[in-house]
């Protein structure tokens, strides 16, 4: 990702795409490329969840 992003920034965008796809509104190319974004968030969210994880199995030992 090109800026820094908070994880909870990333999941209201998701939201914001996933709507967006649902709806019948937007181009074949405007649909991709919004999925390619939300791929990328995705994976995004999935590393602070998987990083916030092992930080509270640090603290739980």
Same mark, same amino acid.
């Given at each position: 990702m090109k800026k820094e992003i908070t994880f909870e920034k990333a #999941? @209201?965008? #998701? @939201?914001?795409?996933?709507? +967006?796809?649902e709806s019948d509104e937007i181009s074949l190319d405007e649909s991709v490329e919004l999925f390619k974004e939300g791929l990328e968030l995705s994976k995004f969210c999935q590393k602070k969840l998987d990083? @916030? +994880?092992l930080e509270i199995e640090k603290i739980d030992i």
């Open positions: #999941l @209201a965008r #998701l @939201a914001e795409i996933n709507g +967006k796809l990083d @916030a +994880k």
